[in-house]
């Protein structure tokens, strides 16, 4: 199968292999065609995937060949952190470089000044990727409108309704014309997230692409046994030992996120934290550094590292275990990609035993532990832990309202 024989323009199908497309990926094949039709998409697919492509290729024809509808905005996509606004802005417009009609295509994302975005737009564009926040900026600002938009693309759709933007995406879905068409993506559909896809779309032809290729990603998985105080340690032996030349170090918070990568520096390793607190500067200073190998380690949050693509990374490892599966399959994807092989480590403690347990069983694949030799663990496991039915896993810390009615309780008690 060809791009060409998707249905797409002959001097989009051209610029397409002029980058270096060669087939198109599953998702790929069984949304653009759907697209072009003008239907609904409804897509279950991966970071990876080629999705940006998908949902893109589709726009683009539509503005080359005459098949627009409406002046203005023509294409809004949607997505959940200025990384990957910036990765997925940028693809477009690698996309569009090549043809002979020009097509702009427009970023915006918060945490930098609005004045050069704003003046970015003068003159109009004609496919904006931005996130919520942001966007609503801009309009607010009669910077954009969006009374005109043809097609919506809600990229990553469960991540951004994981960082709070139900608001935000509603007050946009408000502005646009009902009359569109709604692409829309997630790696997972937890319930909110079908409730929202349930709200937009029309009769959508869904595709399932989440295990993109017949074959897995080269991934080996470890899990090494270790005392929580001593990981640390570990993790520098291991850099040393096994001559990782690029490692992206997962944490729970942006304190161990600075704690972690001090330590490493202390001991000679050239490491960066990256956490939320990070001004858009900084995250794109130590992203430029982390990716040209300049920075050997970077330790990060979950929440810093969503958006971020690392070409060939050959090395994650989970020094604090994610608190839910999904979020350990989104972080060992980081490597692997693309044809690479790749390894992610996971350090297990006595406590969080029963924890790497539950992403075993979610997974359905079992990792055999391994103990390094002068990292054997001495602590023996705490009480056991209760699993959360959502998928998640409760820790020994009681919640504020298990702590409220256990004072409610000693109050009744005592009277």
């Given amino acids: 199968m060809s791009f060409s024989s998707l249905g797409l323009a002959p001097e989009l199908a051209d610029a397409v292999a002029g980058i270096g497309y060669e087939q198109p990926t599953a998702i790929q094949a069984a949304a ?18 080629g999705k940006t492509a998908a949902f893109a290729l589709p726009m683009v024809h539509a503005l080359i060949s005459g098949k627009r509808e409406r002046r203005g905005l023509y294409g809004l996509v949607l997505v959940p952190t200025r990384e990957l606004a910036t990765q997925v802005g940028e693809a477009i417009r690698k996309l569009v470089q090549r043809l002979p009609q020009p097509v702009k295509v427009s970023i915006a994302f918060g945490g930098v000044s609005i004045n050069p975005q704003m003046m970015a737009l003068r003159g109009g564009t004609d496919i904006m990727v931005a996130t919520p926040g942001r966007l609503l ?19 990553e759709a469960d991540k951004l309704l994981d960082m709070g933007f139900s608001e935000e995406i509603a007050s946009i879905l408000a502005k646009l014309p009902a009359r569109r068409q709604n692409l829309f993506f997630s790696a997972t559909f937890p319930p909110a997230v079908q409730a929202l896809a349930s709200a937009m779309l029309r009769e959508p032809v869904r595709i399932e692409a989440s295990n ?8 080996l998985q470890r899990a090494i046994e270790v005392d929580a105080p001593r990981r640390t340690q570990l993790l520098r032996q291991l850099i040393k030992q096994e ?34 607190d990070f001004s858009q500067g900084a995250r ?38 994610p608190r839910s599966p999904a979020d350990y399959t989104h972080r060992i994807g980081r490597t692997g990609r693309a044809g690479e092989s790749g390894v992610a480590v996971s350090f297990v403690s006595a406590d969080t035993e029963a924890h790497f347990r539950l992403i075993e069983n979610r997974q359905q694949k079992r990792v055999p532990r391994e103990r390094i030799a002068g990292f054997e663990p001495v602590q023996q496991a705490a009480a056991p832990v ?27 008690s005592d009277g």
Avoid: C, M
């Avoid at 409804?42 to 990876?48: E, F, I, K, R, V």
């Avoid at 993109?212 to 991934?219: C, G, L, T, Y």
């Fill in 386 to 412: 209760a699993s959360d039915p959502n998928g998640g896993i409760k820790g020994k810390r009681k919640s504020k309202k298990d702590k409220l009615r256990e004072a409610a309780a000693q109050g009744k």
């Fill in 212 to 219: 993109e290729e017949a074959h897995e990603p080269d991934i």
């Fill in 32 to 49: 653009i065609p759907a697209a072009l039709r003008g239907a609904d998409v409804l897509g279950s697919a991966q970071t990876g995937s």
């Fill in 137 to 155: 900026d801009l309009v607010e600002h009669n910077a954009l409108k969006l009374d005109a938009t043809s097609v919506l693309v809600l990229d």
């Fill in 284 to 321: 794109t200073e130590v992203l430029a550094d982390f990716k040209s190998g300049r920075l050997q380690v970077l330790v990060a949050t979950d929440v810093a590292a969503r958006g971020i693509d690392i070409a060939r990374l050959p090395v994650v490892v989970n020094y604090d275990l």
């Fill in 243 to 276: 001559k990782w030349s690029r490692v992206l170090v997962f944490v729970a918070t942006k304190y161990a996120s600075e704690h972690v990568a001090d330590k490493l520096r202390r001991n000679g390793v050239r490491a960066e934290a990256f956490h939320g």
